[in-house]
């Protein structure tokens, strides 16, 4: 293949179309998350992928776990749960049977606000899709994404937001 070949030429405006479809939206949700719940995005997807963890085996998420679902680096998942953890959203502690393993948790505080922030997340994420539908060059995009319908279970396993 070479730059003008047809193919690469139609992969790499898709791939931009897609890039640019994920910074509309995103920039949506931050804006309503933002000025209703003083929360940015990647706050709000920390704190919803925390809050659907469950007691027993598999249900807490190590820090790397943690940073592989909110698609940060470790590091910057780092800063990002001291930041929740000094506002008194998230709380870290030892793992039980490996002084080793971190967990985070979400505090009741953390529980309130991620449950009050979700619909607006939720009806942001709808506008933003709305909104890029009108756009006739996106439309397979919108319903390539509104046709996700990702199990709980997969979510889970693959440690995805729950973003539809």
């Given at each position: 293949?070479?730059?003008?070949?047809p193919?690469?030429?139609?992969?790499?405006?898709?791939?931009?179309?897609?890039?640019?479809?994920?910074?509309?939206?995103?920039?949506?949700?931050?804006?309503?998350?933002?000025?209703?719940?003083?929360?940015?995005?990647?706050?709000?997807?920390?704190?919803?992928?925390?809050?659907?963890?469950?007691d027993?085996?598999?249900?807490?998420?190590?820090?790397?776990?943690?940073?592989?679902a909110?698609?940060?680096?470790?590091?910057?998942?780092?800063?990002?749960?001291?930041?929740?953890?000094?506002?008194?959203?998230?709380?870290?502690?030892?793992?039980?049977?490996?002084?080793?393993?971190?967990?985070?948790n979400?505090?009741?505080?953390?529980?309130?606000?991620?449950?009050?922030?979700?619909?607006?997340?939720?009806?942001?994420?709808?506008?933003?899709?709305?909104?890029?539908?009108?756009?006739?060059a996106?439309?397979?995009?919108?319903?390539?994404?509104?046709?996700?319908?990702?199990p709980?279970?997969?979510?889970?396993?693959?440690?995805?937001?729950?973003?539809?």
């Amino acid at each position: 293949m070479t730059a003008t070949d047809p193919a690469l030429i139609g992969l790499a405006q898709g791939w931009c179309a897609l890039s640019w479809l994920h910074d509309r939206i995103e920039a949506h949700i931050e804006r309503a998350l933002q000025s209703r719940h003083d929360l940015s995005v990647r706050e709000y997807s920390l704190l919803d992928v925390l809050s659907r963890q469950h007691d027993g085996e598999g249900g807490h998420l190590q820090m790397k776990q943690v940073a592989d679902a909110v698609v940060l680096s470790q590091s910057a998942t780092t800063r990002l749960v001291t930041r929740l953890e000094d506002r008194g959203l998230l709380e870290r502690y030892l793992c039980p049977t490996d002084r080793r393993g971190i967990y985070t948790n979400v505090t009741p505080a953390g529980l309130r606000l991620v449950e009050e922030a979700r619909p607006t997340n939720d009806a942001a994420l709808r506008e933003a899709l709305g909104e890029a539908a009108a756009n006739p060059a996106l439309v397979p995009l919108v319903d390539a994404v509104e046709s996700l319908h990702v199990p709980a279970s997969t979510r889970l396993r693959w440690r995805l937001p729950n973003l539809v």
